[in-house]
């Protein structure tokens, strides 16, 4: 069977990502693409590296435009996917890449986002650790996902194996990411011009205002099935000058009484198994141009002694493993498909 596919916020980060994985999916036909100020033009004056899909015009985000497909993706600022979801109602499949559908508390949601509440969907990080299963379990069949926010889940998957096995604490976890310019959009942006970045290391949402604070909190909640309130976390993300990829440096106290060979285990029973979250082996940490074009998150895992901390150092590639990978990945799942599909565990070096 082949699945129509209709793909908004197309001439964005998010959504021309979300097309170059689908471009080679073999179960998939990209049938409609949308956008907002562009609509109208083709999608390769936005996307010109996308040759496969040269055919393809930006057509308005409507409603009407978007439904009678098989599956819709949103790839659109936050707080605009509602409006088009309550009306995909037909629609068997929707995947929202923004943040609309991620959280579970209104608090949270008015706190740091603000604007209309939506209900949540089913979280889009398949490896996750919930409850004594994997988050997988409720992506299967899924006819609602969300997929995650890209500094969320870099975060979530570093520490949800050692919170779930209950060897560090997760009352006092401290990261700090370096990320790169596209994960903040395509969008104009003074601050994000390479005249403020190049050369820089620029940070940004410092002491508890980023908005992907509340997702790790509700992540690391169902892994180690505490309540959110019970998670703290000072998040710090840095701006460097690399397009793609984020490399986020996490660290939290170990509990009273556990072996280094118990903290280390609770990595390897987690993603032993897993294709696209990779251990490396002790004394070894990830840069981010090992993930580039992957849907690869690859973990570092130290245990400082000294501190008497795990040092969880984690690189993925923002708009593949942090957001149209995960994805798609979610889709394969939710459409019984292998999980693996149209993705690789390869990256693009150098
Ligand atoms: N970038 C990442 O690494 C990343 C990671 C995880 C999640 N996400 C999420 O993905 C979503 C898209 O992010 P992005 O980085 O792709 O942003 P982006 O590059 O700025 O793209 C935004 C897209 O949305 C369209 N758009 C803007 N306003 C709209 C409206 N009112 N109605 C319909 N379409 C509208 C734009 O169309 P025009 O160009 O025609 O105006 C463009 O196609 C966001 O919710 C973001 O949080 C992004």
Same mark, same amino acid.
């Not at 109602?89 to 068997?92: A, L």
């Not at 560090?168 to 009352?171: G, K, L, T, V, W």
């Given at each position: 069977m082949t699945y129509s596919v209709a793909v908004s916020g197309a001439s964005g980060y998010a959504g021309g990502e979300i097309l170059r994985l689908l471009a080679s999916?073999? @179960?998939?036909?990209?049938r409609t693409v949308t956008a907002h100020s562009?609509? !109208?033009? /083709?999608?390769v004056q936005h996307q010109p590296h996308l040759r496969s899909l040269a055919h393809l015009t930006l057509q308005d985000t409507t409603p009407e435009i978007l439904s009678g497909h098989d599956i819709v993706f949103l790839a659109l600022?936050?707080?605009? =996917?509602g409006q088009y979801t309550d009306a995909l109602?037909?629609? /068997?499949l929707v995947i929202d *890449? !923004? *943040?609309?559908?991620?959280?579970?508390s209104q608090d949270s949601w008015d706190a740091f986002y603000g604007g209309d509440f939506h209900e949540p969907w089913?979280?889009?990080?398949?490896?996750l650790p919930v409850g !004594?299963?994997?988050q997988r379990e409720t992506l299967r069949g899924a006819t609602r996902i969300a997929a995650p926010g890209c500094n969320a889940s870099t975060v979530s998957l570093s520490l949800a194996p050692g919170v779930a096995a209950g060897v560090? @604490?997760?009352?006092d976890i401290v990261s700090v990411l370096a990320v790169g310019p596209s994960g903040a959009g395509k969008s104009l942006k003074t601050n994000l011009l390479a005249g403020e970045i190049l050369g820089s290391a620029n940070p940004y949402a410092?002491?508890?205002?980023?908005?992907h604070i509340p997702e790790i909190r509700q992540a690391l909640a169902a892994a180690s099935g505490t309540? /959110?309130?019970?998670i703290r976390i000072s998040f710090t993300p840095v701006l460097v000058p690399m397009s793609r990829g984020i490399l986020a440096t996490s660290t939290a106290p170990i509990v009273g009484g556990v072996s280094d060979a118990e903290i280390r285990a609770a990595w390897e029973d987690a993603y032993g198994d897993e294709t696209f979250v990779q251990l490396l082996p002790a004394g070894q940490f990830p840069r981010t141009a090992d993930v580039l074009g992957a849907n690869t998150a690859l973990i570092g895992l130290a245990i400082d002694r000294a501190a008497n901390r795990v040092t969880v150092v984690t690189a993925v590639d923002n708009l593949v493993k942090g957001t149209a990978g995960a994805a798609i990945q979610s889709m394969n799942l939710a459409l019984g498909?292998?999980?693996?599909? *149209?993705? =690789?565990v390869n990256g693009v070096a150098p």
């Open positions: 999916h073999p @179960d998939i036909e990209i562009n609509a !109208g033009q /083709p999608l600022p936050h707080g605009q =996917s109602g037909d629609t /068997p *890449a !923004g *943040a609309d559908h991620r959280l579970t089913a979280y889009g990080v398949p490896e !004594g299963v994997k560090i @604490d997760a009352s410092v002491g508890g205002t980023h908005r309540a /959110p309130d019970r498909l292998p999980e693996s599909r *149209a993705l =690789s």
